[in-house]
């Protein structure tokens, strides 16, 4: 089985561009997540999903950051305008069922992003 | 407020040495879970185990095992006759409803 799909796996872009990161989960997953690692902040949950909808995005940082579900299979990260300081790596997962904390979550191979 | 610690920034040792690294959470809730997940130098992250608050036994998984102590509120993972490929960063975490909340991480280097 496919595991978590994330594209682009490396983006480079200048400051002031939108950067769209894409993250397929393992099918029959009802939960999706966004995180973000840095060296200074570690790992940070962003916005998670469940059954496609938006469960909590109390750590979508600042407005500029967006995150949508339109299926069950697909979610996007959007940032507009991106700034240098969003450079990070940018993970998806995706965990079986929804509201439960028994599920691991499993992750993508991530998405590298560069903001000169 | 739900936090991990894992006081341990970077473990160097040498190969076929026992490792264990130290992880510490706080919750106030009564029924949790704890994970560990590996972080190899390729990026991805990948689950190890995961332990309900209920079930205080020892586990083992070949040269990987886990002390959970809920008198302590630690969860620790030894790695036995560690190698080289054991070489990562390895996260506790904390999980509570939905969500996830990860320690910093403790990065575990292997020399031959």
């Known amino acids: 089985d496919a595991g978590v799909i994330q594209s682009p796996r490396h983006e480079v872009t200048e400051m002031g561009q939108e950067v769209t990161l894409r993250c397929k989960p393992i099918?029959?997953?009802?939960?999706l997540f966004w995180y973000r690692q840095t060296m200074m902040r570690g790992l940070e949950l962003l916005i998670y999903f469940n059954n496609n909808v938006p469960i909590d995005d109390s750590g979508m940082p600042e407005d500029r950051f967006s995150a949508k579900m339109p299926n069950a299979s697909f979610s996007t990260l959007k940032i507009q305008p991106s700034e240098p300081r969003d450079s990070a790596v940018y993970f998806c997962a995706s965990s079986l069922l929804a509201f439960s904390s028994y599920n691991e979550q499993f992750f993508g191979p991530g998405t590298r992003l560069t903001v000169l | 407020a739900q936090k991990v610690t894992q006081a341990q920034t970077e473990i160097s040792v040498v190969e076929k040495e026992d490792v264990t690294l130290d992880c510490v959470y706080e919750?106030?809730?009564?029924?949790?879970?704890l994970f560990w997940y590996k972080q190899p130098p390729s990026g991805e992250l990948v689950f190890l185990i995961r332990?309900?608050?209920?079930?205080?036994q020892n586990e083992i998984s070949g040269r990987y095992s886990w002390n959970f102590q809920k008198s302590t509120s630690s969860f620790n993972f030894t790695i036995t006759a560690s190698q080289v490929v054991d070489s990562a960063v390895y996260f506790c975490a904390l999980s509570n409803g939905n969500k996830l909340v990860f320690g910093a991480g403790t990065i575990l280097r292997v020399k031959s």
């Open positions: 099918s029959g997953h009802n939960s």
């Open positions: 919750t106030r809730d009564t029924t949790y879970y």
């Open positions: 332990r309900n608050s209920f079930d205080e």
